[in-house]
């Protein structure tokens, strides 16, 4: 419960004016500032009463995004919708934060009287130039005291996250019709059909394969004689948690925003190495020890995002970072005691990308110290690792994925 | 402007009205610049600056009495400054009147009770025009307030039209302090206190400056305690 912004002013107003005319001793001044002072003060404890009885259960709340993902500098359609199961009859502003986005179209705010079973509708189209997990939300309703002074803010609707990507297209999605009632990202379980990210390791014979995980019809012949086969990736069958950690959400002059390539990369390998039915979350560090998720699904129009508060127990994790926070590794081990989790951490070097900008020297010189920086962060997490630079993380994501093999 | 708003105006108003009355009554002898400056001022407001208005009754004086001020007679120019204060009481809380904010408005509303206050205290019979600008001018140093009992009592009705327009501009909200019982009652306790205050100091002023302190520390801890820990 709090003030409305407008009475705050006017008791600071009358507060100041009471101060300045009790110096002065301005008889009339003091008499009226006090005045309007012990009304709003009065008025306060006599109207706050009826607000405390509001909760965020009394409303009904929807909040929709389409399309999740999303494509950056297109429109996102978002639909809000609330309505009072009881009371009415009270001033009220609904607002739905806009986060990083920007507005395009119609307006986030609602502003009027609410009243039980009238149906408040709220929708705007958003965008945004940046790639990665954006938030829209939460949905918070302000209500009022008749005279509008008293506000009781609730929020009714957790914030939810809108991936943005260069171009959805990118993302391999499956190509057979689901037979789950509740479909989900992932390959097909029919071993003929399979994506062309499925064909490409390649194996020298002394490797002997399985026989029935050669894909015969790709079996190739080097000059020299030597036979190569080309070997089914692994589908992953266990439900997945992506997380992204600090250090990420920088710029880099050609390459745009670091997070937007990560994701990018992460969401290829991974949905073209997932068995259907895998669920797969994505979560963000978003510094100080908070994390925010989303799950990601699968509808008839292709991905899906969807609300997610947490994350469940004894999930496999792909956690990828650059240790830019202090604390995120306490956090890492910490995260991974409490919730059984199998860890893959992946340390990115970005320092390859300086040989673009720099002498080769002396982007070799930064290379090598913030692996050894890296390294000894990710020794200090006590957890298995790889190290890798952004060419190379489709290569790492996809032999930890298959073949937990670290590179 | 509509006629309930006219009305409402005019009560916020009544103090400045009665000040502006009696700076008037206090003069020694008719200044004619004094009035010019006086009537111009508030009809450049009132015609809502119509350019004719404007020309006809503000810049043919102030033109004029600047020509007789390079003549050396200085009198005019003074009369006319004279009757622009005395206006700018009246027609601060009437140009503030459309403003959004209800904080500026109570702002420049307490100002104009200030100036009010001032302009009563400096216009002790008789005076000309001189004496009440150099009275107001140095008057503000040793200034401490004025406790005209018809003062006092217009700001009554001033401030109860004030509080309805304020809290009127508070959005959103459905009711006004009229239409809202609680709102009535709590207007009707809050003034008891008040009351008291004022009755206290017609007898015992020091007590009544210290009962004001010790009330308004009482409202805000209270006010803040209860928003927080209720």
């Given at each position: 419960?709090?003030?409305?912004?407008r009475?705050?002013?006017?008791?600071?107003?009358?507060?100041?004016?009471?101060?300045?005319?009790?110096?002065?001793?301005?008889?009339?001044?003091?008499?009226?500032t006090?005045?309007?002072?012990?009304f709003i003060?009065?008025?306060?404890?006599?109207?706050?009463?009826?607000?405390?009885?509001?909760l965020?259960?009394?409303?009904?709340?929807?909040?929709?995004?389409?399309?999740?993902?999303?494509?950056?500098?297109?429109?996102?359609?978002?639909?809000?919708s609330v309505?009072?199961?009881?009371?009415?009859g009270?001033?009220?502003?609904?607002?739905?934060?806009?986060?990083?986005?920007?507005?395009?179209?119609?307006?986030?705010v609602?502003?009027?009287?609410?009243?039980?079973?009238?149906?408040?509708?709220?929708?705007?189209?958003?965008?945004?130039?940046?790639?990665?997990?954006?938030?829209?939300?939460?949905?918070?309703?302000?209500?009022?005291?008749?005279?509008?002074?008293?506000?009781?803010?609730?929020?009714?609707?957790?914030?939810?996250?809108?991936?943005?990507?260069?171009?959805?297209?990118?993302?391999?999605?499956?190509?057979?019709?689901?037979?789950?009632?509740?479909?989900?990202?992932?390959?097909?379980?029919?071993?003929?059909?399979?994506?062309?990210?499925?064909?490409?390791?390649?194996?020298?014979?002394?490797?002997?394969?399985?026989?029935?995980?050669?894909?015969?019809?790709?079996?190739?012949?080097?000059?020299?004689?030597?036979?190569?086969?080309?070997?089914?990736?692994?589908?992953?069958?266990?439900?997945?948690?992506?997380?992204?950690?600090?250090?990420?959400?920088?710029?880099?002059?050609?390459?745009?925003?670091?997070?937007?390539?990560?994701?990018q990369?992460?969401?290829?390998?991974?949905?073209?190495?997932?068995?259907?039915?895998?669920?797969?979350?994505?979560?963000?560090?978003?510094?100080?020890?908070?994390?925010?998720?989303?799950?990601?699904?699968?509808?008839?129009?292709?991905?899906?995002?969807?609300?997610?508060?947490?994350?469940?127990?004894?999930?496999?994790?792909?956690?990828l970072?650059?240790?830019?926070e202090?604390?995120?590794?306490?956090?890492?081990?910490?995260?991974?005691?409490?919730?059984?989790?199998?860890?893959?951490?992946?340390a990115?070097?970005?320092g390859?990308?300086?040989i673009?900008?720099?002498?080769?020297?002396?982007?070799?010189?930064?290379?090598?110290?913030e692996?050894?920086?890296?390294?000894?962060?990710?020794?200090?997490?006590?957890?298995?690792?790889?190290?890798?630079?952004?060419?190379?993380?489709?290569?790492?994501?996809?032999?930890?994925?298959?073949?937990?093999?670290?590179v | 402007?509509?006629?309930?708003?006219?009305?409402?105006?005019?009560?916020?108003?009544?103090p400045?009205?009665?000040?502006?009355?009696?700076a008037?009554?206090?003069?020694?002898?008719?200044?004619l610049?004094?009035?010019?400056?006086?009537?111009?001022?508030?009809?450049?407001?009132?015609?809502?600056?119509?350019?004719?208005?404007?020309?006809?009754?503000?810049?043919?004086?102030?033109?004029?009495?600047?020509?007789?001020?390079?003549?050396?007679?200085?009198?005019?120019?003074?009369?006319?400054?004279?009757?622009?204060?005395?206006?700018?009481?009246?027609i601060l809380?009437?140009?503030a009147?459309?403003?959004?904010?209800?904080?500026t408005?109570?702002?420049?509303?307490?100002?104009?009770?200030?100036?009010?206050?001032n302009?009563?205290?400096?216009?002790?019979?008789?005076i000309?025009?001189?004496?009440?600008?150099?009275?107001?001018?140095?008057?503000?140093?040793?200034?401490?307030g004025?406790?005209?009992?018809i003062?006092?009592?217009m700001i009554?009705?001033?401030?109860?039209?004030?509080?309805?327009?304020i809290?009127?501009?508070?959005?959103?909200?459905?009711?006004?302090?009229i239409?809202?019982?609680?709102?009535?009652?709590?207007?009707?306790?809050?003034a008891?206190?008040?009351?008291?205050?004022?009755?206290?100091?017609?007898?015992?002023?020091?007590?009544?400056?210290?009962?004001?302190?010790?009330?308004?520390?009482?409202?805000?801890?209270?006010?803040?305690?209860?928003?927080?820990?209720?």
């Open positions: 419960m709090m003030l409305n912004k009475a705050v002013y006017i008791y600071q107003v009358s507060a100041t004016f009471f101060l300045i005319s009790l110096i002065l001793n301005l008889q009339p001044i003091i008499i009226t006090l005045y309007i002072m012990t003060t009065l008025y306060v404890i006599a109207g706050s009463r009826e607000l405390k009885k509001i965020k259960e009394d409303f009904i709340q929807t909040l929709s995004i389409s399309p999740n993902p999303a494509t950056i500098n297109h429109e996102v359609r978002i639909r809000g309505s009072l199961k009881k009371w009415g009270f001033p009220a502003k609904i607002e739905i934060d806009l986060g990083d986005l920007y507005l395009v179209r119609g307006s986030n609602w502003t009027g009287a609410l009243s039980a079973g009238r149906e408040i509708l709220i929708e705007f189209e958003a965008k945004s130039d940046d790639v990665g997990i954006q938030f829209i939300g939460p949905l918070r309703a302000a209500v009022f005291d008749p005279l509008g002074i008293l506000v009781r803010e609730l929020e009714i609707h957790p914030r939810t996250a809108i991936l943005f990507l260069r171009s959805t297209k990118l993302i391999s999605q499956p190509i057979t019709h689901s037979r789950s009632r509740y479909p989900s990202p992932g390959l097909s379980k029919n071993p003929f059909v399979g994506l062309e990210h499925e064909y490409r390791i390649s194996l020298p014979e002394i490797h002997e394969p399985q026989a029935r995980r050669i894909d015969w019809r790709r079996v190739a012949r080097s000059a020299g004689e030597e036979v190569y086969v080309k070997q089914f990736d692994k589908l992953k069958r266990a439900d997945l948690a992506i997380f992204i950690g600090s250090g990420f959400d920088i710029e880099l002059p050609d390459d745009g925003i670091v997070e937007a390539e990560i994701l990369q992460v969401l290829l390998v991974t949905l073209s190495h997932i068995r259907e039915g895998t669920r797969i979350w994505l979560t963000k560090y978003l510094g100080g020890g908070e994390f925010v998720t989303a799950l990601l699904g699968y509808s008839s129009f292709g991905l899906k995002l969807m609300e997610a508060e947490d994350i469940p127990r004894n999930l496999r994790v792909i956690y970072t650059r240790f830019i202090d604390d995120e590794i306490d956090v890492i081990k910490q995260l991974m005691r409490s919730r059984s989790l199998d860890p893959i951490l992946i990115i070097n970005l390859g990308e300086l673009k900008y720099y002498g080769r020297e002396r982007a070799l010189k930064i290379i090598e110290a692996d050894r920086r890296l390294r000894l962060n990710a020794d200090r997490t006590g957890l298995q690792y790889s190290i890798t630079d952004i060419e190379g993380l489709q290569e790492t994501l996809r032999r930890l994925l298959s073949f937990r093999r670290r | 402007m509509k006629p309930f708003e006219k009305i409402l105006l005019t009560l916020i108003c009544l400045s009205i009665y000040s502006s009355i009696m008037f009554k206090a003069l020694k002898a008719p200044d610049f004094l009035f010019m400056g006086f009537v111009g001022l508030v009809l450049m407001v009132l015609s809502k600056y119509i350019v004719d208005v404007i020309v006809a009754m503000l810049y043919v004086p102030a033109i004029a009495s600047f020509t007789l001020f390079l003549l050396n007679n200085p009198q005019p120019i003074i009369g006319l400054a004279a009757g622009y204060i005395i206006a700018s009481t009246l809380p009437i140009i009147f459309n403003q959004d904010s209800p904080h408005y109570l702002a420049i509303y307490l100002i104009s009770i200030f100036l009010d206050m302009l009563l205290a400096a216009s002790k019979p008789p000309t025009s001189t004496l009440l600008l150099r009275n107001l001018f140095y008057g503000l140093r040793g200034f401490h004025v406790m005209d009992p003062f006092s009592i009554a009705p001033s401030v109860a039209a004030l509080l309805y327009h809290f009127r501009l508070i959005r959103p909200s459905t009711s006004t302090m239409s809202s019982h609680r709102s009535l009652i709590v207007l009707l306790l809050s008891l206190p008040i009351l008291g205050l004022t009755i206290l100091s017609r007898y015992s002023p020091g007590y009544a400056w210290i009962s004001s302190i010790i009330l308004g520390l009482i409202l805000t801890i209270s006010l803040v305690l209860h928003l927080n820990l209720g």
